[in-house]
């Protein structure tokens, strides 16, 4: 009886394992997830003593990273209009899976020799505390959130192909910063990442110097971003903890071209000038 007992349960575990081991996990950012094996790899070569409080720099590296197009299982075929694997050359191990709608990451599956770890695009949990009470500010503020979510999204957007990225890292036990460059373009990527989760990412021109792109996410939500294209015509953008927006300056050809600002539940717009705006940011840095 007591065998009989104890392969009862064996079965469940195991079956409850195989549900909830296979289980999709919930997916914001994407860089952090391609980061993370070369940034394991990282720490499993370096041979020096990690500190808390002051990062170590690591050799800088190169990475080569190929993109080509695979077929998916007939499942995700009628999903998904695009799908991309990525993998790198320096770590055989494992390949990405991308499933794309509408030029956008939907999926994105980590495959090794033992496992598959599935992740599921989730906009709406970042979300879920903006206000509805007025549908202009809800739409607005979602309207954002997509296209900062897609800009972060720059790697799955290259050609297909291999592409030469150079790693130059600090690293304490729990903090990965660094720079990552590509071979012929004129950008690199600057990125802060607390146990593999985004505090910060920006895309930085080299020359001149500007950052087309930039959030800030380590208090658990979007607080800050900014997004322009090569003319300088963009936003830069201020959220509620709620990931709400409350400011929204809006840029043409690199110059202030009117602000936008919302109460914390969206039902108060206002129109301010830049030195307004200005002025109500330095209030709410010393408060």
């Not at 999709?24 to 950012?29: E, R, S």
């Amino acid at each position: 009886m007591r065998v009989t007992k104890f392969l009862c349960v064996l079965v469940i575990f195991c079956i409850s394992y195989s549900i909830f081991g296979s289980e999709t996990k919930k997916m914001l950012f994407v860089s952090p997830i391609l980061y993370k094996p070369v940034i394991q790899m990282a720490f499993s070569k370096n041979k020096k003593s990690l500190k808390k409080q002051e990062p170590t720099a690591i050799t800088p590296f190169d990475i080569t990273m190929k993109i080509s197009e695979f077929q998916p299982d007939t499942e995700y075929q009628k999903d998904f209009d695009k799908f991309v694997q990525i993998t790198f050359k320096e770590i055989s191990n494992v390949k990405f899976l991308i499933f794309k709608k509408n030029n956008m990451v939907q999926r994105l599956h980590v495959v090794t020799s033992d496992k598959n770890i599935k992740y599921q695009l989730d906009t709406s949990s970042i979300l879920a505390k903006v206000s509805r009470k007025n549908k202009e500010y809800y739409d607005k503020t979602q309207e954002v959130i997509l296209s900062l979510l897609q800009r972060e999204q720059f790697l799955t957007q290259f050609p297909l192909g291999e592409h030469i990225l150079t790693f130059k890292l600090e690293l304490t036990p729990d903090v990965s910063t660094g720079r990552v460059y590509f071979s012929g373009l004129p950008y690199y990527h600057a990125f802060c990442f607390y146990k593999y989760r985004c505090s910060n990412s920006a895309l930085c021109t080299i020359k001149p110097w500007t950052i087309p792109f930039s959030l800030t996410s380590g208090l658990g939500y979007i607080s800050l971003a900014n997004l322009f294209d090569s003319k300088r015509n963009g936003y830069e953008c201020h959220f509620y903890p709620s990931q709400g927006l409350k400011y929204l300056l809006t840029m043409k050809n690199g110059k202030p071209d009117g602000v936008t600002a919302w109460n914390s539940d969206g039902t108060n717009k206002r129109k301010i000038s830049f030195r307004q705006w200005q002025k109500e940011i330095r209030n709410s840095i010393k408060n």
